[in-house]
C-alpha cells in the first residue's frame, strides 16, 4: 500500500490551506498539466470547483473550502492570495458574526466577495462579485484565518440586493448585539453612491438615527405613525430622580406613557425574559403607564393597542412626569 509522503509540498499546500489551491499554486511546486488533468479526471482523487480553483479532495465542499475557494477565484489570476488584496463581505460575514438573520455559515448558499472596482472578475458558481466604490478598505483577519470586511462594510455591499425586511432586521441585529457602532454602519450607509436612493437603506438609516433597534420596532413605528400618534422616544435611557430606572422599547416624555414590545427574538433564554419583565415591572413600580404588547399582536389586532397608547398620551402627563429625565438611545 502506498502512502502519501507528509512532506510532498502538495500536501502540506492542501494541509495549509483546507485543501484548496490555485492551478498556477500548483503548477509553482511542480506539479505537470497532465497530472493535474488526470486526476481531475471524472471519478478522479480532486475536482474543479471554480475557475483555476482545484480541490485536492473530492466529496462536498466544507463551508470553509467553499470560503476560501471564493477568495482563491477572486484574487488576480497566477498571483498567490495576498492578505487583504480580496475580503469576504456580504452573508459570509454575518453570519460567521452570528446574526440571526444571516442564517448558519454552513447554509450560505453564495459567498459574497468584495474586490477593487478595476478588476475585471464576473460572478461564478457560488461566488457574488462586489466591487468597492473607492479604495479598498483595510479589513481584518478573521479565527480561521481568512480575511474579510467589518460587518458595518458588510451590511453596507448588501444594501442594493437584499429585501427590505432582511435587511433591515440585519442593520438592527448588527447594532443591538453591538457588532458595529451605529456612527460606524450609517457612515457606510450613507458613503455609498446612491444609497439613500434605495427605499430600504433610507428606512433603516432613519430608523437607526431615531433609535429603532429591531424590525419590530421598525413596523410598530409606522404603525404609531399611521395612527397619528406623536414619534416616540426609542430605546432611550430613562433616569427617575437621577437614577437608571429602565430602557423602554418606546417611551413619550411629555406623556410619561411607555410601550413595551414583548418579543420572543430578543428572548430566547429565560434570564432574557426574565429581565424584560423585570424592565416592565421597575417602569410600573415607578408609576408609568405601560402598554404591553407583542409583534403578532400589532400586526394582526393592533386597534385595541393603539387606542390604549391614544388615551393615555393625550391625557398626560402621568405618574411621576416630573422625576423622570431620559437620554437618547446610542
Known sequence: MTRANPLDPVALLGADQQHIATRAQLRRLGV??????????????WQQVLPRVICLQNGRL???QKLRAALAYATPKGHEPRAGEVLLTGFAVLAAAGLPSA?????????????PRQRRV????????????GAMPGGFERDDGL???TVARALADLAGGTGERRFRALCAEAVQRRHCELGELLDQ?????????????????????????????GEARELLAHAGL???????????DGRFLAVPDAYWPHACVALEIDSRAWHLRPADHERGLARANRLTAAGLPVVRTTPVQLR????????ELTALVTTGPHGPHERVSWRRAR
Open 300 to 307: 394582526r389586532h393592533p386597534a385595541p393597542v393603539l387606542h
Open 189 to 217: 450607509l450613507l458613503t455609498r453612491p446612491g444609497a439613500l436612493g434605495l427605499p430600504q437603506v433610507a428606512r433603516v438609516v432613519e430608523d437607526l438615527t431615531v433609535g429603532v433597534r429591531s424590525v419590530v420596532e
Open 147 to 149: 480575511w474579510g470586511t
Open 122 to 133: 464576473r460572478d461564478q458558481e457560488f461566488v457574488r462579485i462586489h466591487r468597492a466604490s
Open 230 to 240: 406623536p414619534e416616540p422616544l426609542w430605546n432611550p435611557v430613562l433616569f427617575l
Open 62 to 64: 466544507t463551508s470553509n
Open 103 to 115: 442564517g448558519h455559515p454552513a447554509d450560505l448558499g453564495a459567498v459574497d466577495v468584495l474586490i
Open 32 to 45: 505537470p498539466s497532465g497530472t493535474i488533468a488526470h486526476r481531475l479526471r471524472p471519478g478522479g482523487p
